[in-house]
Nanobody
């Protein structure tokens, strides 16, 4: 069982930045992939960014060039640096970890982009 705790969400103006953190309850060294998803009101949950062992990070087209995903195995933490935020980035952001065939989710953190 892997427990994931997200933090770093909040209210930011358009053009601003936030960094989300996802702390895992155990070592992420052997976790196949970790990612960030988001769900806006009335919409389905969508992949934002994914980082898997041995591969380059993958991003949704809507966030390419603005968001950066990274992982710190020593701290068992995955980050999502979000720059040039837009109103349409407003959503609950969820951290996900995939180990083998088992998927784990965090509780989510709200990101609101508004002037």
């Amino acid at each position: 069982q892997v427990q994931l705790v997200e933090s770093g969400g909040g209210l930011v103006q358009p053009g601003g930045s936030l960094r989300l953190s996802c702390a895992a309850s155990q070592s992420i060294f052997s976790i196949n992939a970790m990612g960030w998803y988001r769900q806006a009101p009335g919409k389905e949950r969508e992949l934002v960014a994914l980082i898997a062992l041995g591969t380059n990070p993958r991003y949704a087209d809507s966030v390419k060039g603005r968001f950066t995903i990274s992982r710190d195995n020593a701290k068992n933490t995955v980050y999502l640096q979000m720059n040039s935020l837009k109103v349409e980035d407003t959503a609950v952001y969820y951290c996900n970890a995939l180990r083998g065939q088992v998927s784990y989710w965090g509780q989510g953190t709200q990101v609101t982009v508004s002037s």
